[in-house]
């Protein structure tokens, strides 16, 4: 049997995404061991009963000794973890993250970090509207694109870390690639910061009606508003430091939102069923390319919301 | 065997409900024949070619002897159809429609029907995003909402007729309701023509950026993105129809939701993580609602959907 890729993985943070991949890397043997640390104490004590790994008490018990530490907590929680390990950290340990914004994560782990850690921001476009370690599952990260932000950093030790890590992603079925953390910032600002944000407004201004009732609502959901809640359901401390934290890219995106939709709000206003429909039909464009792309499989989870419905 | 409900069944628009109608009276045996129409020549070649029913040449053929009239068109055509269909309508038959605006749908139709004939306006809240004979399925309508909208028409057929279209619909295995149109169109504005119009918006500005690439939208679209592309790939003509026909609800809708958008972008650019998270932990609530009324289960086409993609 070939040795275990790392020896210690420690991972902070044992939500829905620490917690998946701690049952990924254990169903895959990629790490002897897996050392999880949350900061909540009830979310430890379902990691242990998950039997997820070694459940510590504090971030440096978690990450002394490890080969990778992978922080999996909201990104505003970075740069008190980050200075929390920066003294336990072994040497030449590989740091990485899951935030959903990289520029901001750079800027919180980066600075306190020790010269000789190698630090690989990355982003895993995966998850589902569940939180929790209970919400987790080893397929999580299936088919998903796993993107790495790396420093410019010319260290052969370094971009040895970026291959090393891209491996272990590999064997967890994601696909890797390297991005500029500010491209994955204006990215992501489209693709997901801005379709979360529109979709937790949408439901908040369902709920605030005094025309339509909250049950009306409900009832009719399946009409198209059911999939925004979806959408909406996610973790809302995940989702207030990734709009905090980038910022300027979704108030960019936001706007020309606005521009587009107050266009529309005018056609319908004034009877431009022309300009409606163009706009409308090129939606479908766009649909059609992501199914050609492949980019179209169901969430790996679907089977498990349907149980629960 | 029991006599069937219906003698003949004249579906008009042979798109994805009229398909979708037509296959599930004939596995259903709820119409002894069932004729269909459409204004396109492809689609009436596409029906027959499905053996969807009788396909006709013409309206007046289609209606002509027919005890149930379906009109299954965008709602923009409703009234060149009732005007079209009214001087060869059977004594005494049923017309009803699938329009996804009721009040539009009733100023369109109801004034050119002779008054023999029993008017039950109708939205049944079933759909896919995809469109033509081809999409339809028979199990389209299983267990989603056929809302009724009848007219003020006391008349003991009237009533009558409402009762023999319920008991249709449930035979096809919808859940029949009873609604005010103009409630209807209030309730429909929030929780299925505001969702798309958003749905519609965000895929356009997408597409519109000249800083995030068409192929990273696509690639990256798993975030979020990809699911309000799939609403927005819903057929562009019976929209453009919803959004002229629904103006008053859905810019009352539009307004509220920039109310709240507006509020939620303030929150961002200045920092207030409290707001936001206030906001978006309400969301959470509106989901578990809709799961707990069972009105969460997948679209009947979710295996369909996979398929193709």
Redesign the interface.
Same mark, same amino acid.
């Given at each position: 049997m070939p040795p275990l890729p790392f020896t210690r993985t420690a991972i902070i943070g044992a939500g829905l995404m620490g917690s998946s991949l701690a049952r990924a890397l254990a169903e895959t043997r990629q790490s002897a061991t897996v050392a999880l640390y949350d900061h909540s104490p009830e979310v430890r004590a379902q990691a242990m009963a998950l039997g997820l790994g070694e459940v510590t008490d504090s971030l440096a018990a978690t990450v002394t000794g490890a080969d990778l530490v992978v922080l999996a907590a909201p990104v505003?929680a970075f740069e008190a973890i980050a200075t929390g390990i920066a003294m336990h950290l072994a040497r030449g340990a590989i740091v990485t993250d899951m935030g959903s914004v990289k520029s901001a994560a750079i800027a919180a782990i980066a600075p306190h970090l020790p010269a000789n850690a190698l630090f690989i921001p990355a982003h895993p476009?995966?998850g589902t509207?569940q939180s929790g370690p209970e919400a987790g599952f080893a397929s999580l990260f299936h088919g998903?694109?796993q993107?790495l932000t790396p420093l410019e950093d010319p260290r052969p030790e370094y971009q040895a870390a970026i291959a090393r890590l891209a491996c272990l992603w590999e064997a967890l079925g994601s696909k890797v690639e390297i991005m500029d953390p500010r491209r994955h910032d204006?990215?992501?600002a489209? *693709?997901?910061?801005?379709?979360? #944000?529109?979709?937790?407004?949408?439901?908040?201004?369902?709920?605030? #009606?005094e025309?339509?009732t909250?049950?009306?609502?409900?009832?009719?959901?399946?009409?198209?508003?059911?999939?925004? *809640?979806?959408?909406?359901?996610?973790d =809302?401390?995940m989702?207030?430091?990734v709009?905090?934290n980038n910022?300027e890219a979704? #108030?960019?995106? #936001?706007g $020309?939102?606005?521009e587009?939709?107050a266009a529309?709000?005018r056609a319908?206003?004034w009877?431009d069923?022309e300009a409606?429909?163009q706009?409308?039909?090129?939606? $479908?464009?766009?649909?059609?390319?992501?199914?050609e792309?492949?980019?179209?499989? =169901?969430?790996p989870n679907?089977g498990r919301? $349907?149980e629960?419905?």
């Open positions: 505003g476009i995966a509207e998903r694109w993107i204006l990215v992501l489209i *693709t997901s910061h801005l379709p979360h #944000l529109i979709a937790f407004n949408i439901v908040a201004t369902a709920a605030d #009606l025309t339509v909250d049950s009306e609502v409900v009832k009719y959901s399946a009409a198209g508003f059911r999939d925004f *809640t979806r959408i909406a359901a996610s =809302p401390i989702w207030r430091d709009f905090l910022r979704v #108030l960019e995106m #936001l $020309r939102f606005n587009d939709l529309l709000a319908i206003r009877g069923g409606l429909e706009a409308f039909a090129r939606a $479908r464009g766009v649909r059609r390319r992501i199914i792309a492949g980019e179209d499989s =169901p969430a679907f919301d $349907r629960k419905g």
